[in-house]
């Protein structure tokens, strides 16, 4: 029988990971505060996985987790709230107008395609939530998230994998290779303030800064359903 090793990434690829950990958790307090979810509340969490919330019983009671090809849970860790695992697109959901008390998503509407679809999504989102919070990189940052990169996403599509092969920590350290690049590259399109406003016309787009002065993120925040949007 033979192991294989498993490599490490790079001390500065483990060193951001440790900084986006510390921003996820202090962008989920953000989260609390504003829509203050209770403990006999529904939340769809649209792109996400099943273990983010395997620490979060005492925010929220039940948690539906959707995203492409989901696999099912089949338990959940002491003190998790209710989780129900999902496949589905959530450009369309097979789910009634304001049956989720919150809608969530943490960096997933810059991957789902096109302005169009990503239209879509918000659409969606905004119907079947009654409060919503979506949250997403802002393409203003001059730090490009997913290359670990400067002013890259600032230039043509066609530049962005060569660019990334030598002007970011992913391709400088050989943790992303050319088709990680590749891959990156086609399904990523980040927002600016002014379209996540667009997208959300009925939500306040909060910015998260770096250093108080850098946009860092855009979320979309509804905390009443009266902006529910409808299909029909």
Not at 107 to 123: I, L, M, R, T, Y
Request: net charge positive.
């Amino acid at each position: 029988m033979s192991f294989q090793a498993q490599v490490r990434p790079p001390k500065l690829i483990r060193f951001y990971r440790w900084i986006w950990r510390f921003w996820k958790e202090r962008r989920f307090l953000a989260f609390v505060e504003n829509l203050q979810p209770r403990s006999d509340e529904l939340l769809l969490d649209l792109g996400g996985y099943p273990f983010n919330w395997f620490q979060r019983g005492k925010v929220i009671r039940e948690v539906h987790v959707l995203n492409l090809d989901l696999v099912p849970l089949d338990e959940t860790p002491y003190g998790a709230p209710v989780i129900r695992a999902i496949s589905g697109d959530a450009r369309s959901l097979p789910f009634p107008d304001g049956c989720y008390d919150i809608v969530f998503s943490n960096s997933v509407v810059e991957h789902v395609g096109s302005f169009e679809d990503q239209k879509s999504f918000a659409k969606e989102a905004r119907r079947v939530g009654k409060k919503i919070w979506i949250q997403t990189p802002a393409r203003e940052c001059p730090i490009e998230p997913h290359y670990l990169g400067l002013f890259i996403h600032w230039f043509p599509g066609h530049w962005h994998v060569p660019m990334a092969r030598w002007l970011s920590l992913r391709g400088l350290t050989g943790s992303a290779s050319r088709s990680d690049l590749e891959a990156i590259a086609r399904s990523t399109r980040l927002l600016t303030r002014e379209e996540m406003s667009q997208l959300f016309p009925d939500c306040q787009i909060w910015t998260e800064r770096l250093l108080g002065i850098i946009p860092k993120s855009h979320v979309a925040i509804r905390r009443t359903s009266e902006g529910i949007t409808s299909n029909e």
